[in-house]
């Protein structure tokens, strides 16, 4: 399989520097997400060096702000998948950045608890869904915009 991390397509990302990319979320459980991604191709967190766990933090606190100016995310659920058998799809770390608002679920109780729950997930249980997720041309462009005033030297 080609890692769809290490080579992802030029729509898909939102900010790079030497360390990580900013992507959105080919697959959204809520509108926004995204994914802060090492740009070296690591599986395993013990993998990483220092400087790249830092940029991956880095990276948490510039996504959560740039999604709370564009899209004014009320709230975060943040979250890394480690290896297969806690849910991780693509073998290539990265960190979920998902925004919320109130009222985006029913009952948002419980938040990443219920990872390890056996309950249907009401935001990716249907591919209309992902697709009612998607953020819009116009979103994506504020998105990049709001990237690019970024320092380039951060995260």
Known sequence: MECPFCNP????????NDLVRILLD??????G????????????????????????????????KVLRETLKAEAFNVGMNFGSEAGQTVPHLHLHIIPRWKGDSKNPRGGVRKAVLDLEDENLNLKERWL???LGEKEVEEL??????CDSRSP
């Open 9 to 16: 397509s030029r729509e898909q990302v939102l900010y790079e």
């Open 132 to 134: 009612k997720n998607r």
């Open 33 to 64: 997400h995204l994914l802060v991604v090492p740009k070296r191709h690591v599986e395993r967190w013990e993998e990483l060096k220092e400087e790249e766990k830092l940029a991956l933090i880095k990276g948490m606190e510039l996504a959560m």
């Open 26 to 31: 080919a697959y959204p459980a809520n509108r």
């Open 144 to 149: 990049h915009k709001a990237f690019n005033r």
